[in-house]
């Protein structure tokens, strides 16, 4: 691929450059028409330069495929034609210069369009993009069979409820190293159910019917080896769960803490609010020396006046 992020930058050197030689040296030989074709050359040869450092930049951070090599070529070809102001003054070079910028343009529709539809511009899909780039660092379901499977969702169901407790998110279990730690263990174990799935498919297709008493005790071997193997990696699997059992449990008590804690507040409030009784009893007794006094009123006008 051409190193167009280096080309910008000589284009650009050559375009300050120029333009500087235009400004001082030339201003006393050039009528004022050619020497705003010169300077309008050197305008545009820093336009397509910028344009090439942008179409290096973009190569040097991962993007790459042939919709940027043209749009790097189209770009380098439109400073070719611009860097000339003769050419500017013949029909060539105004032809040449409209299919170079055609060009351009095309290509930059080319190349948005795959933005879009692909999420970068190298024109492949992100999941064929990753498959490419983490080779070798993941597994699919293909790698599995049914019975490693099953250990393979158990793991992944207890490391689901760890990483999704509330002791977890508010960060009480170290979730850094909690999180790196699982994630360590999810992978070892994947990694053994892989290879036991391996070795169980090469032992089923060894035909059993005539095997002589060689084959069948190193089978017989294989298969003892096999068992362990599982024993042993089905005893992790069930570790993890007890660690994710645990930490449901502690999860359950840090819930019931958090709304103890939420009664507690309000208990105090209730507190205060029985606290407020005396006044109550206060307020009671106020009203009945007032209710008092009124029946005494009551009574005495029933009286008859004289």
Known sequence: MPSFGLLGAISGFVAVGAGAFGAHALKAHLSADLLAIFETAARY???HA?????????ARSGSSGTALNIAGLGFLIGTLIFSDPVGWQSASGRYGLLLAEILAIITAVVFVTRVVRFGQPGGRAPADVAART??????TAADFDARSRVLLRRTQDAVDGVTSAEIYQADLLDAPATGLALAGQEWDIALALREQARLRARRA????DGAGPQTAAVLDHQVQAARLADASIAARVAALEGYAAEVREADAAYRDWRQAAALAEVSRQHLDMLARTAADEHGIAEIDTMTRQA?????AFREPPG
Do not use: E, N, S, T
């Open 50 to 58: 910028l344009a090439l450092l942008a179409v290096g930049v973009l």
């Open 295 to 299: 029946r005494a009123i009551r009574q």
């Open 205 to 208: 297709a060894v035909p059993a």
């Open 45 to 47: 040869q820093m336009y």
């Open 134 to 139: 983490y080779h070798g660092r993941y597994l």
